[in-house]
DNA sequence: TAGCTCAGTTGGTTAGAGCAGCTGACTCTT
DNA sequence: AAGAGTCAGCTGCTCTAACCAACTGAGCTA
């Protein structure tokens, strides 16, 4: 009857004092009096809490309001996607084509509407990103800077996040399942056609621009991933 | 040490034991033996887990893999868009972006791609929108019903989670702020404006009935919610 | 046979004790 | 007097042990 409860009323005292990210909250034992709950109730309901990203927990030091990220929905997004993977289905494929069917959707919105400060940033990331191919360096990261630096021209930073964080659970599964990296030549030219399309304002070859880079992955995906122990579907039922 | 670990655990019994949704996990005792910790701490990892969506907890009856629906996600940002809104952001607008962002790149490639068989039933909702509308009844679960149907035909079933997760978010924000609903003879015309578009086959038609159903909804929201209790951005530091 | 009761299982809650990480003031050395 | 080491005190972390509450199913009763 209390767990449920607690943690609305901790998120309720949240809210009613207007605490910002990072600003402090009552200790465990404060917690405790605060709430009239036993000191293993409120652990458990700021462990929930913790897990949503709403608190953060620094032992030894306090509990804080946490950064509110989407960072939670990551974890449950890339946890989602092995279980289904480990079961046959084909749930990379399609977080895939989730983050494939809303950059197309976007891009063609910023074709011609990118401050030239973005543009420039774009082209050292995709030089930056040539560099590495050169010398062999991963350059997982620099294609996540390239995609967040891309849709930041829509002027949304909840947008910006969601899109990071598609591309995180996606990376994170595909590297856990040992997918192979794809070709980073190949990459390279694609980011750099992106990235022209945007600047030449031309929506539908942008828009092309994407959906090829994301048929690139998803080819790389299907030579390695898709081990199909049962891939039937309905399994069960 | 061991807290953070024991979730990492019990995701790696989920997935080492192949369990799929609504499988029944081992009982507390018997984690506790094969994890080798306290009730407590197996408490507040399930705990943790639960907040993600990767357990369910029964009282009474055990414990059993969650759905891996994207409810934690929706509890997660409608918190960040409250805590956002009542510190003066304009963080339930950003939301209504998200939406028309995403929803406006999708509606364009099922124009013309739509089942006969979906169209029907796009039919019959509006039909009972307008019904509801006619009576004053509420018309929020039609409409939720209208967009998760519209986008089933993208044939992702990660896709239109995620967009019903976008919309049970703002609905619940809207709702607990008190915002007004919009006027429902408006709201069905649009709603039929985008069928039309779709059915068609003229997607830039239907990106621009989503654009206006959306402009409508956004400029309800500026005649209500904005009330700026302490607008001033930087009100602390 | 239909319904009830009760014992057993499962998770929910509380209590109290001790462990572990961090901070800041105090003390001892140089 | 300045610096480094120590220690007391906060903080959250873990464990044990007991009891409460919800649900199930077997057995009893009418």
């Known amino acids: 009857m209390a767990a449920r409860d607690l943690q609305e009323r901790i998120k309720k005292l949240i809210l009613d004092r207007r605490l910002a990210s ?10 405790m009096e605060h709430l009239g709950a036993s000191r293993n109730s409120v652990r458990e309901a ?4 913790q897990a949503m990203g709403i608190v953060e927990i620094r032992h030894g030091f306090g509990t804080y309001v946490g950064p ?14 092995v279980a ?13 084509e989730l983050r494939e069917a809303v950059e197309t959707g976007l891009v063609s919105r910023l074709a011609g ?10 082209d050292a990331l995709v030089d930056r990103m040539e560099e590495q191919a050169a010398r062999g360096a991963g350059l997982a990261e620099t294609d996540r800077a390239f995609h967040a630096t891309l849709y930041r021209g829509l002027d949304n930073v909840l947008l910006c996040e969601v899109l990071e ?10 590297t856990d399942l040992g997918g192979e990296p794809q070709d980073p030549k190949v990459t390279c030219r694609q980011h750099r056609e992106i990235l022209d399309a945007v600047r030449s304002g031309d929506a539908m070859r942008a828009e092309e621009a994407i959906r090829e880079h994301f048929g690139n992955i ?12 049962h891939t039937r579907h309905n399994e069960r039922v």
Chains 1, 2 share one sequence.
């Open 22 to 31: 990072g600003a402090p909250l009552p200790t465990e034992p404060e917690l």
């Open 113 to 122: 509407r990118m401050p030239e400060a973005d543009l420039v940033e774009l």
């Open 46 to 49: 700021l462990k929930a809490l």
């Open 84 to 96: 289904g993977h480990s079961r046959g289905e084909d749930s990379l494929l399609q977080l895939l």
């Open 218 to 229: 998803r080819a790389r995906l299907s030579t390695t991933a898709p081990q199909a122990p």
């Open 165 to 174: 964080a598609f591309w995180d659970a996606f990376h994170r599964v595909r």
């Open 68 to 81: 509110m990220s989407l960072a939670p929905m990551i974890e449950g997004l890339a946890f989602r996607t």
